[in-house]
T-cell receptor, first 118, second 114 residues
Framework: GAVVSQHPSWVICKSGTSVKIECRSL??????MFWYRQFPKQSLMLMAT?????????EQGVEKDKFLINHASLTLSTLTVTSAHPEDSSFYIC??????????????FGPGTRLTVT | AQSVTQPDIHITVSEGASLELRCNYS??????LFWYVQSPGQGLQLLLK??????LVQGIKGFEAEFKRSQSSFNLRKPSVHWSDAAEYFC????????????FGTGTQLKVEL
């Protein structure tokens, strides 16, 4: 149980275009979803937290107009990288929590999306 | 601000040897503690977690971890490492009132020699 999928697993796009990444909880309803960015051989950096039907909460330093997050349902969140540039190339990982309270800290991670901007 | 430290960037052990990966955190509140494993190009898999109660917790794949409040530590152990355990290991900590957010350590890369 507690499976999270991401689509696509990898994507190459041209500079200036936008790309959308989907994150789905397959066998549970996610009260909260999280988006992370991971640079090569580095740790995960939290970008934003999203709850279904609410605006996402972005971490300090993350451009909310560049990284648009939509949490349309309890099983789907999307991250859109707008006007992508080569410096946006990275590994993007989503996670989902199936409850609130202290058990809400237990996050289940998707397999990640490798974005390359040329 | 809370922080999580994994002092060892790289560790190499021989297959069959025991393993201990260190994790320390800094914050005054009661922590919720996690260990995740990541294979190259993959997402993170939860190995084990601690919320309260028994400070020695058992996880998947034969891993265990012990919470020591006095040392602010949550070290991961395995008595006998298998070659398939080679991966990146992340310690993560959450705190009451933290909005369900986790703070991750910088990770420890485990290499297993045959």
């Amino acid at each position: 149980g507690a499976v999270v999928s991401q689509h696509p697993s990898w994507v190459i796009c041209k500079s200036g275009t936008s790309v959308k990444i989907e994150c789905r909880s397959l066998d549970f309803q996610a009260t909260t979803m999280f988006w992370y960015r991971q640079f090569p051989k580095q740790s995960l950096m939290l970008m934003a937290t999203s709850n279904e039907g609410s605006k996402a909460t972005y971490e300090q330093g993350v451009e909310k107009d560049k990284f648009l997050i939509n949490h349309a349902s309890l099983t789907l969140s999307t991250l859109t990288v707008t006007s992508a540039h080569p410096e946006d190339s990275s590994f993007y990982i989503c996670s989902a929590a199936q409850t609130s309270g202290r058990r809400g800290y237990e996050q289940y991670f998707g397999p990640g999306t490798r974005l390359t901007v040329t | 601000a809370q922080s999580v430290t994994q002092p060892d960037i790289h560790i190499t052990v021989s297959e069959g040897a025991s393993l201990e990966l260190r994790c320390n955190y800094s914050y005054g509140a009661t922590p919720y503690l996690f260990w995740y494993v990541q294979s190259p190009g993959q997402g993170l898999q939860l190995l084990l977690k601690y919320f309260s109660g028994d400070t020695l917790v058992q996880g998947i794949k034969g891993f265990e971890a012990e919470f020591k409040r006095s040392q602010s530590s949550f070290n991961l152990r395995k008595p006998s490492v298998h070659w398939s355990d080679a991966a990146e290991y992340f310690c993560a900590v959450g705190f009451t009132g933290g909005g369900n957010k986790l703070t991750f350590g910088t990770g420890t890369q485990l290499k297993v020699e045959l």
